[in-house]
């Protein structure tokens, strides 16, 4: 089934660790996007990509990093200089050709700091 | 300011009643869209219905609909003959303009609660 996979579930790390969340689609999907969620709040944009080999900066993109090497493929990288890296992430693709660009979501990764 | 408006932190209904969740947006685009999402207590983010700015009708998906009231810049989700696994948190969405990012700006969202 075509569909977007997040792992792992839950992430526990320490402070001073780099962590990297997986992101694959095989929905065929060009553009590929992070977001964040702090309990109680809304989805927060860090990063997205369009096509392969080129992604822009969300409203809170400091102390995270991506790549996109391949289109199936959208990892984030929680770095070190993220000051409150404990939050639920969450994943999306989309496709253009609808002319509605609805995203579709990954079940997300809960990531704990400590 | 906020794009999207969404003012009701919580809401609660009756088992088999409509209910509306309200949300209001704010864009000088001629062209957005606008979405709407459920998220259940699982974690992911469920595309419910879509409303584009230029669709004459109100958007409706089975028991989803939106009612889209441009001039006031609302569009509220109407979720009809509710039901148990509706119990979730809600959020408004916009995409805006024809700029090809495609990014989404979302509201803070209001759970429901459905009572049997």
């Known amino acids: 089934d075509g569909g977007i996979t997040q792992s792992p579930k839950y992430l526990f790390r320490k402070e001073g660790q780099n962590v990297t969340l997986s992101c694959e689609q095989n929905?065929?999907?060009?553009?590929m996007y992070w977001y964040r969620q702090d309990p109680g709040q809304g989805l927060r944009l860090i990063y997205y990509s369009q096509i392969v080999n080129d992604f822009q900066k969300g409203d809170i993109a400091e102390g995270y990093s991506v790549s996109r090497e391949k289109k199936e493929s959208f990892p984030l990288i929680v770095t070190s200089a993220q000051k409150n890296p404990t939050a639920f992430y969450l994943c999306?693709?989309?496709?253009?050709?609808?002319?509605?660009?609805?995203?579709?979501f990954g079940p997300g990764t809960r990531l704990t700091v400590t | 300011a906020q794009k999207i408006t969404q003012t009701q932190p919580g809401m609660f209904v009756q088992e088999k009643e409509a209910v509306t969740l309200d949300c209001t947006y704010d864009?000088?685009?001629?062209?957005?869209?606008l979405f709407w999402y459920k998220q259940p207590s699982s974690g992911e983010m469920i595309f419910l219905i879509y409303?584009?700015?230029?669709?004459?009708q109100n958007a409706t998906e089975g028991r989803y609909s939106l009612n889209f009231q441009k001039a006031r810049k609302s569009a509220n989700l109407v979720i009809s003959a509710s039901q148990l696994g509706d119990s979730a948190m809600y959020f408004c969405?916009?995409?805006?303009?024809?700029?090809?990012?495609?990014?989404?700006?979302f509201g803070s969202g209001t759970r429901l609660l459905v009572r049997p």
């Open positions: 999306a693709s989309s496709i253009a050709t609808s002319g509605r660009y609805e995203q579709y």
């Open positions: 969405a916009m995409r805006e303009g024809l700029d090809s990012s495609y990014k989404l700006i």
């Open positions: 864009t000088s685009d001629q062209s957005y869209g």
């Open positions: 409303q584009g700015s230029y669709d004459e």
């Open positions: 929905l065929n999907h060009d553009a």
